[in-house]
C-alpha cells in the first residue's frame, strides 16, 4: 500500500501527527519545487529534519514524479516517460521496508497531481493506494475515482466500461485543475 496526503496549510505539529497515525515511515515528496513561500515549515530542509525528529524518511522525487508537464504537455506525456516509471517501480519496490507516502500541497486529493497523474498510475499497476485526509480520516483510491467519475458526469455513460469512463474524467480533471489551481 501507498498512501498520499497534502500538506495544506498544516501546522507541522498536526502534519506530523497525521502522518505517525497513518503509520508512514517514508515521505515521497512529489512537488516540482519543494518549497513553499506561504508555509516554510514545508520547505525541503526544514520537512526533512522535522521527519526525521520523528523517525520518518524522506526522499524528493518531483522531478520525475512532479505535476509540471511542458508547454502543452498533459499528464499522460509525464506519465508515459521513462523517468516517470522507474520512480514508480521504485516507489513500489520501497514499499517491502516502509510505509510510502506521496505528499504535496493540496489540501483534497482530486485538486493534486498526487491523485491525478500518480495515485491513477499506482492503481493501473494494482497497487493500492490511500489518502490521508485534513480531518485525519482516511479515503481509499477507489472512493476517490467515484468522486471523480461522479463529479465528471462518467458514472452513468453505458457505452464505455469503468476504464474508459475513468480515462475520460481524469482528461476533464485535469484541465480542470490547469485553469483554476497551480499545480
Given at each position: 500500500m501507498i498512501k498520499t496526503?497534502?500538506?495544506?496549510?498544516?501546522a507541522i505539529?498536526?502534519?506530523?501527527?497525521?502522518?505517525?497515525?497513518?503509520?508512514?515511515?517514508?515521505?515521497?515528496?512529489?512537488r516540482s519545487v519543494p518549497y513553499s513561500r506561504r508555509f516554510p515549515q514545508f520547505g525541503r530542509e526544514r520537512l526533512k529534519k522535522s521527519l526525521a525528529e520523528v523517525g520518518i524518511d524522506y526522499v524528493w522525487q518531483g522531478a520525475a514524479l512532479g505535476g509540471k508537464p511542458e508547454a502543452g504537455g498533459s499528464y499522460d506525456t509525464l506519465a508515459a516517460r521513462p523517468e516517470f516509471g522507474a520512480a514508480l517501480d521504485r516507489l513500489t519496490a520501497s514499499c517491502?521496508?516502509?510505509m510510502p507516502c506521496l505528499m504535496c500541497a493540496e489540501k483534497d486529493p482530486l485538486d493534486c497531481h498526487r491523485t491525478v497523474l500518480v495515485s491513477r498510475r499506482l492503481a493501473e499497476r494494482g497497487i493500492a493506494v490511500e489518502h490521508l485526509l485534513a480531518d485525519g480520516t482516511t479515503r481509499p483510491h477507489e472512493e476517490i475515482e467515484e468522486a471523480l467519475l461522479r463529479?465528471?458526469?462518467?458514472?452513468?455513460?453505458?457505452f464505455e466500461d469503468r476504464g474508459q469512463r475513468l480515462a475520460r474524467a481524469y482528461k476533464v480533471r485535469e484541465r480542470a485543475m490547469k485553469g483554476g489551481s497551480a499545480q
Open positions: 496526503i497534502g500538506h495544506s496549510n498544516h505539529e498536526r502534519f506530523l501527527d497525521l502522518l505517525t497515525k497513518g503509520g508512514v515511515s517514508l515521505l515521497v515528496d512529489v517491502d521496508d516502509a463529479k465528471s458526469g462518467g458514472d452513468s455513460d453505458l
